[in-house]
C-alpha cells in the first residue's frame, strides 16, 4: 500500500487568490493523479502528474488555473489559480500501488469566499 | 475518458435489506474497480474485476462483472450501519481512472 500525506486538509481562501496543494507519498510512484470532488458529487480527474514531463489535463481543465510540479517520484503540487466562488471543492491527490489500486490523500477542503 | 453511468443515484434502506448497485458503459471495458468512500473520507479500494462474468465475493459484498464486459453489479446482502457511504465503479483507461457518478448508500438501523 502507499501512504499519502497531503495538506493542507481545508482552507478558507479570498477570491482571487492561489492555494497550492502538497502531497507526499512514502513510496516512489510513477503516476500520480490529481482529483475534484464537488460538494455531493463523483471524483473528476483533473491531471496526470507524472515526473520529469509536463502534466497532462483532462478535458475542461487548464495548466494555467491547475499548475502542478512534480520533482521527485515522491511528491507533488497543485495550485488553484485565480480562485472564485465555483472552485470550492475538496482535491484529492491519488497514486496508483500494487495490482492498480488507487490510493488517495486524505483531501484538501477549499472553500473560496 | 470513458463515460460509465451508475445507478441509482441514492438508495436509502432499512437495516437488513439487501442493496445493490449498477454500473453500465458503452464500451467494452478492460477491467473495472469498485470503491466506497465513507462520509468525509476518501475513496477505499474494495475489488477489480477482469475477467468476463467475474464473480468476486468479500464476506456480504458480491461483485459482478458482465460477460460482455460492460457492465458490472455491487450487491450488498443483510446491509448494516458501517456499509453506508457512496459506492463507486471506476474504470481504466490508458493508465488513467476515471469514476462513475456514484451510489449513495444510506441506512436506517
Known amino acids: 500500500s502507499a501512504v499519502i500525506s497531503q495538506k493542507p486538509s481545508r482552507d478558507i481562501c479570498q477570491r482571487g487568490t492561489s492555494l497550492t496543494i502538497q502531497c507526499q507519498v512514502d513510496?516512489?510512484?510513477?503516476?500520480m493523479f490529481w482529483y475534484r470532488q464537488q460538494p455531493g458529487q463523483s471524483l473528476t480527474l483533473i491531471a496526470t502528474?507524472?515526473?520529469?514531463?509536463?502534466?497532462?489535463?483532462e478535458s475542461g481543465f487548464v495548466i494555467d488555473k491547475f499548475p502542478i510540479s512534480r520533482p521527485n517520484l515522491t511528491f507533488s503540487t497543485l495550485t488553484v489559480s485565480n480562485m472564485s466562488p465555483e472552485d470550492s471543492s475538496i482535491y484529492l491527490c491519488?497514486?496508483?500501488?500494487?495490482?492498480?489500486?488507487?490510493?488517495f490523500g486524505s483531501g484538501t477542503q477549499l472553500s473560496v469566499l | 475518458g470513458q463515460q460509465v453511468m451508475q445507478i441509482p443515484q441514492y438508495q436509502h434502506v432499512q437495516e437488513g435489506e439487501d442493496f445493490t448497485t449498477y454500473c453500465n458503459s458503452s464500451t467494452t471495458l478492460s477491467n473495472i474497480q469498485w470503491y466506497k468512500q465513507r462520509p468525509g473520507g476518501h475513496p477505499v479500494f474494495l475489488i477489480q474485476l477482469v475477467k468476463s462474468g467475474e464473480v468476486k465475493k468479500q464476506k456480504r459484498l458480491t461483485f459482478q462483472f458482465g460477460e460482455a464486459k460492460k457492465n458490472s453489479s455491487l450487491h450488498i446482502t443483510a446491509t448494516q450501519t458501517t456499509d453506508v457511504g457512496t459506492y463507486f465503479c471506476v474504470t481504466a483507461d490508458f493508465n488513467k481512472f476515471y469514476f462513475g457518478s456514484g451510489t449513495k448508500l444510506n441506512v436506517k438501523p
Open positions: 513510496s516512489q510512484v510513477t503516476m
Open positions: 502528474a507524472n515526473q520529469g514531463s509536463e502534466a497532462t489535463y
Open positions: 491519488s497514486v496508483v500501488g500494487h495490482n492498480e489500486k488507487l490510493f
